[in-house]
């Protein structure tokens, strides 16, 4: 047997191998309740607030709504200013800072806020966040943040010219914001808390629910996204203890849902495991035109009245491949498309194109999601 015979061969035998070795492999692998579900009603909170970056050399906005924060700023500590023309441009910048409060947050704890120029200043590098107010939707105060900005990228200037890395108008403040007020969260119902999960698959609800009804407490899937749970009585005034004993308990993993990925910006394919074909045949075949213009210069005979003149010469070329048919048996994976396709030489963005026309076609058994 030749070493061509014996390549084909391990190949044939590796997609056979292949999908009974992942169906074990999933079977046996377990997660945890609390890697893939989460409590409803326990969540981030989102706040915000105007404010104001100090102390930059020159890198601040121009704008006149700065000029006249800047002034009422100065108002507030004291301090009288007639006209806000008076005040610097370029030393101070409008900003949003924006945050995410944690749930169960106490009063007196720290979070990093993000902080974001809003007119045409250069840089917040090097800038002091003044005492910014951070209101909840409802226009709350919330938190109060104050603090150095830090910024990731750089940039630089001199002469006309100017060299940027990284984005220099958005920074953070680590630990710049206190939290003003406890952040109270309920678990649950009087009797009942449900679970959300991360991501909705019927088969994994119905998993959790059997595996909490069994070990812990009553429990019923209420849809594939959802898990209602009965609170023993033991632990009515005891839900931390409760839902500890919830989420550190394990469950099997399901297979996902056949999907298939593709970014035309980038090129990139992500194809699942559970991916199957249809019976289909695929042309494959592309026409490459390339124009090239070569100008020229045309100069008048000496001692004549002629003027020097432009000549324009265009050469068209027509590269047509030559192409190919490729048929498709029923139940392949996408992994022999891909193989197949890649002998004659297909592009990415050409698979992605392959891929679109074997779904609209329906021979594609997947989902196929753009990005």
Do not use: W
Not at 97 to 108: D, L, Q, R, W, Y
Not at 193 to 203: C, F, G, H, R, V
Not at 318 to 343: F, P, R, T, Y
């Amino acid at each position: 047997m030749t070493i061509k015979k014996t390549i084909i061969l391990t190949l044939i035998l590796s997609l056979l191998i292949l999908p009974l070795y992942c169906a074990n492999a999933i079977s046996e692998q377990t997660l945890r309740i609390k890697d893939i579900t989460h409590v409803k009603g326990i969540r981030e909170n989102q706040v915000v607030g105007y404010g104001l970056v100090v102390g930059l050399q020159n890198t601040g906005d121009n704008s006149r709504h700065t000029q006249m924060t800047s002034q009422q700023m100065l108002l507030s500590l004291g301090t009288v200013i007639d006209q806000s023309n008076y005040i610097q441009k370029g030393t101070s910048a409008a900003v949003i800072v924006t945050a995410n409060i944690p749930p169960f947050a106490k009063e007196g704890d720290k979070i990093d806020v993000t902080v974001s120029a809003m007119a045409d200043a250069k840089s917040l590098a090097g800038g002091v966040l003044v005492q910014t107010q951070l209101r909840a939707p409802n226009g709350e105060i919330v938190a109060i943040a104050q603090g150095p900005v830090t910024v990731g990228g750089i940039k630089a200037s001199q002469g006309g010219s100017s060299a940027s890395k990284g984005i220099t108008t958005t920074g953070r403040v680590p630990n710049g914001a206190i939290i003003e007020r406890d952040i109270l969260s309920s678990i649950g119902d009087e009797t009942t808390l449900t679970l959300i999960l991360d991501k909705a698959d019927y088969t994994m609800a119905s998993r959790i629910s059997k595996t909490i009804s069994t070990r812990l407490a009553p429990a019923h899937a209420l849809d594939g996204g959802a898990v209602e749970i009965t609170i023993p009585y033991k632990y009515r005034n005891d839900r931390v203890t409760f839902l500890s004993l919830i989420e550190n308990q394990i469950v099997g993993a399901v297979s996902e849902k056949a999907k298939v990925i593709v970014n035309e910006r980038t090129g990139t394919v992500v194809i699942g495991g559970n991916t199957k074909l249809m019976p289909a045949a695929i042309a494959h075949g592309g026409i490459t035109v390339t124009i090239r213009s070569e100008n020229e210069i045309s100069q008048p005979n000496p001692f004549t009245f002629g003027q020097t003149g432009y000549i324009q010469n265009a050469q068209i070329q027509i590269d047509e491949k030559e192409a190919s048919l490729i048929e498709v048996s029923a139940n392949s994976n996408l992994s022999d498309l891909v193989s197949a396709l890649n002998n004659i030489g297909v592009t990415p963005m050409d698979l992605i194109a392959i891929l679109q026309a074997l779904s609209q076609a329906g021979s594609l058994q997947a989902e196929l999601e753009v990005i």
